[in-house]
């Protein structure tokens, strides 16, 4: 009778991990294999919420005195490695985008080795100083695993243009703000 039971179990499972398969199998199928580009997929989902976080010098600094560029906007910490990697790459892009991009670092991190890590890698964006409400705010804008770094796209006008969790290259968000910055 056990082993009847143990293979009637076995069976069950059988069949339920087949169709959880399935099923997988089926919701991929009808996500598009090719997106055209990230500015439609999100772009009419999601808007950049309104919020406020105190700067390196203790300067309360709101979203809403970036509304009129792109944000990008990156959730990081100094001891993340990809968040390590991909901040010269911003300092770069911020360079070459200044009048109609704006990179904002929350830190999700102490003061002081947030101060050492923006003079060390000369952050020319605003370095923000994130506490439980920042790593809210990234759940909310599609951080569904809290993790470091995490970085969303805002057009002007706080329409989301992209997600991204993990490490950015410049080779990966450059085109997109090519495209966003391009009159027409």
Known sequence: MKIRNYFLIAVGGAVIGAASGFALR??????????????????????????A???????????????????????????CP?????TPE?????????????????A???AEPVREFAATYD?????????????ALSRRLGNRYEGLPFTVVAERGGNLVL?????????????LLRELTTPG
């Open 108 to 110: 999700i991190d102490d």
């Open 123 to 135: 952050m020319n964006y605003p370095v923000l100083l994130g506490d439980v409400d920042a790593v």
């Open 53 to 79: 976080y105190r700067d390196l010098e203790g300067k309360l600094r709101d979203s809403r005195e970036f509304a009129h560029k792109i944000v990008v906007l990156n959730f990081w910490a100094t001891w």
């Open 90 to 106: 911003f300092v770069a892009l911020q360079e070459t985008f200044g009048d109609s991009v704006q990179f904002i670092g929350i």
């Open 26 to 51: 089926s919701l991929d199928a009808r996500q598009p294999a090719n997106p055209v580009s990230p500015v439609q997929v999100v772009k009419e989902v999601d808007q950049l919420p309104t919020f």
């Open 163 to 175: 997600r991204h969790a993990g490490g950015l290259e410049r080779s990966q968000l450059e085109p």
């Open 82 to 86: 990809p968040c390590r990697k991909e």
